[in-house]
C-alpha cells in the first residue's frame, strides 16, 4: 500500500514540529508519501490515507492546535487510522519508559480509536516563547531530551503497520 499521511502538529518552539519532520522523513523512507504540517493550517484531510497528530505537552495539556485539529476534523479521522504522539518530558524519563498519555490526550485517543501514542522527550533551549518557558529555563531545566532513534523507530512501527507488516511503533 502507497498511503498518504499527513503528519500535523502543534507546537510552540519548533521542537514538536522538528519531531513531526522526523516522522514524515522515516515514513518516507519506508515508502509512503508523507507530509508535515503545522495542525492549524490545515482546512481538509480528505486526501490522506492516515493521519499522524503530534503535539507538544505544556502543564499537562496538548498543544491548543493539535487538540483543535483533533475536533475539527474528528468525523474523517474517524475513517482512517490515526496515530497520536506527545513531546515534552524535560528529562530522559520518555527514553527510559513508556510514558501514558495525559488525561486529554486519551480522551482524543478514545474518541477517534487512535492505533496508538507515544510520548517524547522534548526540547527547551533559550530564545523559547512564554512566561512558563522563561521561568523553567532560568530554573535550569532546559534542554534538548528528544531521541530520534526512538522517534524514527516508532516512525517504522507506524510505517509497518500501514504497509501490513505488522512492526509495532
Not at 492516515?50 to 496538548?62: N, T
Amino acid at each position: 500500500m502507497n498511503a498518504t499521511v499527513l503528519v500535523v502538529h502543534g507546537s510552540a518552539n519548533g521542537s514538536t514540529a522538528e519531531i513531526a519532520d522526523a516522522v514524515a522523513a522515516v515514513l518516507g523512507k519506508e515508502g509512503l508519501t508523507a507530509e508535515s504540517r503545522p495542525a492549524g493550517t490545515v482546512q481538509d484531510v480528505s486526501s490522506y490515507d492516515a493521519v499522524v497528530i503530534g503535539g507538544a505537552l505544556y502543564a499537562g495539556r496538548w498543544h491548543k492546535d493539535a487538540r483543535r485539529f483533533a475536533r475539527r476534523h474528528r468525523r474523517a479521522l474517524e475513517e482512517r487510522p490515526v496515530w497520536l504522539f506527545s513531546s515534552g518530558p524535560l528529562d530522559p524519563s520518555a527514553g527510559e519508559r513508556d510514558i501514558p498519555p495525559v488525561p486529554g490526550v486519551r480522551r482524543v485517543m478514545d474518541r477517534l480509536d487512535a492505533r496508538g501514542h507515544v510520548t517524547f522527550g522534548g526540547r527547551l533551549e533559550e530564545g523559547a516563547r512564554g512566561w512558563v518557558a522563561r521561568m523553567l529555563l532560568k530554573n535550569g531545566k532546559g534542554g534538548d531530551f528528544r531521541d530520534f532513534d526512538q522517534i524514527e523507530r516508532w516512525a517504522a512501527g507506524v510505517a509497518g503497520e500501514l504497509a501490513g507488516t505488522r512492526r509495532e511503533p
